[in-house]
Structures are given as C-alpha cells and as structure tokens.
Antibody, heavy 120, light 107 residues
Framework: QVQLVQSGAEVKKPGASVKVSCKASGYTFTSYYIHWVRQAPGQGLEWMGIINPSGGSTSYAQKFQGRVTMTRDTSTSTVYMELSSLRSEDTAVYFC?????????????WGQGTTVTVSS | AIRMTQSPSSLSASTGDTVTIPCRASQGISSYLAWYQQKPGKAPKLLIYAASTLQSGVPSRFSGSGSGTDFTLTISSLQSEDFATYYCQQYYNYPPTFGQGTKVEIK
C-alpha cells in the first residue's frame, strides 16, 4: 500500500539543524509531489514547502526561505527536509504528505509525523 | 497568501447529530478545497477534495459543498469516532493554506 514512513524524534539545541527523512513505498516515487507541513503543540497546520521528486525542484513558504532545504534520493525513494538555525518556536511535529502531481486531489497520504524539540 | 477562516474553533455535539463546519477563503478559490480530519497524536486524514468529492474509503456520512469563497463540511449522524479536529485547506495557489481548525467535541 502507499506509505510514507518518517524518521524518529529529534532533540536539538537552539542554533542547530535538523534533517528529517520521509521514505516512500507502494507507488512510483516520482508520481507524487511531497509536501512538508508542521504543527506546533496545540496549534494548527502550517505548510512549509514542496518538492517534486522527479526533478528535485522545490518551492518553500516565504517564512522558511533561507532556513529550509528539501532534497530527495531517488535510489532509496526518500525525501529529506532540513531546517537550520533552529529556535524554540520550531518545536513541532513535522509531517510529510503526498499529493498527485496534478495537484487536484489534496494531500492523500501522510507520514506518521516526526517530533522535533528545540531546547537548550 | 489566501487566508482560510474556520469559525467556530470548537463545537459540541451528540452522537447522531448532524454537524456543519464552515470555512471561508479570503478570495475566490473555485473548488480547490480539501477537508482533513485529525485525531490527537495522529496525522491528518484526507476526507474530501475538490470541495465535494469524497476520498476513497471515507464514510458517506461526510459531505462537502461550496465554491468560490464559502465552503461547508457536513457530518450526518455523528459517530463516536468522528470526534476530532477538522481542517480546510485551499490549494488554488501557492502557498497552500489551512484554516485554524474546528474541534468537534462531545456534548
């Protein structure tokens, strides 16, 4: 079945970087664009950006420009999201989510989420 | 960015009730709207896309309507497993944006 499996929880100090992985299975890796969405404790959903696994092109939310990098490894069907210069406000659950390349059908497959805690 | 507004942020209902959850976009988004259900500690789940199309496997008691700026998610005959938070999301243009969510609680 179509599945996205994310890496485990991370604890980082302010100023550090974190890299979260999202491994896809059950479908053709290049047919689903991967979005990253985060959710701070008790808060709503916040879109961070998108990567096209086929060519690697990306688009980031303005808020994260300069701090976020999304990459992919087609040999392992894995997408990565790296966030740098971490601050306490980046403490959140980070989700990867897949959407058909047409962009018409919403985010229909989600990873389980990765908790990132930023604390000194 | 397009602002998505969900109000109220929470509502109370009983099993068997019909619940309607509104969502308003700050500008017209045609029918590029999705609804998600999220339970505590879990990832969101896609319920409806294109404003009114039910995602495969989602019970038919869920329905969506609207176009342009005003949208509604309706849950008919609320079941115990439906108590959760519901988010709307526009994907008309970038960045995709979510409403702040409506929590459906047990009365």
């Amino acid at each position: 079945q179509v599945q996205l499996v994310q890496s485990g929880a991370e604890v980082k100090k302010p100023g550090a970087s974190v890299k979260v992985s999202c491994k896809a299975s059950g479908y053709t890796f290049t047919s689903y664009y991967i979005h990253w969405v985060r959710q701070a404790p008790g808060q709503g959903l916040e879109w961070m950006g998108i990567i096209n696994p086929s060519g690697g092109s990306t688009s980031y939310a303005q808020k994260f420009q300069g701090r976020v990098t999304m990459t992919r490894d087609t040999s392992t069907s894995t997408v990565y999201m790296e966030l740098s210069s971490l601050r306490s406000e980046d403490t959140a659950v980070y989700f990867c989510a897949g959407a058909d390349s047409s962009g018409l059908y919403g985010l229909d497959v989600w990873g389980q989420g990765t908790t990132v805690t930023v604390s000194s | 960015a397009i602002r998505m507004t969900q109000s109220p942020s929470s509502l109370s209902a009983s099993t068997g009730d019909t619940v309607t959850i509104p969502c308003r976009a700050s500008q017209g988004i045609s029918s590029y709207l999705a609804w998600y259900q999220q339970k505590p500690g879990k990832a969101p789940k896609l319920l409806i896309y294109a404003a009114s199309t039910l995602q495969s496997g989602v019970p038919s008691r869920f329905s969506g309507s609207g176009s342009g700026t005003d949208f509604t998610l309706t849950i008919s005959s609320l079941q115990s497993e439906d108590f959760a938070t519901y988010y709307c999301q526009q994907y008309y243009n970038y960045p995709p944006t979510f409403g702040q969510g409506t929590k459906v609680e047990i009365k």
